[in-house]
């Protein structure tokens, strides 16, 4: 059985910095691109960043560019998402997930991305 938990969100006041943490088990972790969400109260989920399966490339949303850094350690079967310079807009539940279509971050519509965990919160203060 697959599974991806999350973790590592709390809460922080703006400009402050958290690490989260996704831990995958049941699947093989370097066979896919994993991608971090984030769903803030009444708005729709969105991408904010992705990393490829092979470690080579990247994507941020441009809201949280130059300030979120993803990477991942395959052997420990984690990927993870260091966020700085927190701003309020930040604050969201954010989940991880495997792009079961594709070992790159393609950013192609309708991409099936699958093994959501219950997410990990995140609440940043003005």
């Known amino acids: 059985q697959v599974q991806f938990v999350e973790s590592g969100g709390g809460l922080v006041q703006a400009g402050g910095s958290l690490r989260l943490s996704c831990a995958a088990s049941g699947l093989t972790l370097r066979d896919y691109a994993i991608a971090w969400f984030r769903q803030a109260p009444g708005k729709e989920r969105e991408e904010v960043s992705c990393?490829?399966?092979?470690?080579?490339?990247?994507y941020y949303a441009d809201s949280v560019k130059d300030r979120f850094t993803i990477s991942r350690d395959n052997a420990r079967s984690s990927v993870y998402l260091q966020m700085n310079s927190l701003k309020p807009e930040d604050t969201a539940v954010y989940y991880c997930?495997?792009?079961?279509?594709?070992?790159?971050?393609?950013?192609?519509?309708?991409?099936?991305?699958?093994?959501w965990g219950r997410g990990t919160r995140v609440t940043v203060s003005s």
């Open positions: 997930a495997a792009d079961l279509e594709h070992r790159r971050c393609t950013r192609i519509p309708g991409t099936t991305f699958a093994y």
């Open positions: 990393i490829s399966a092979a470690d080579t490339s990247t």
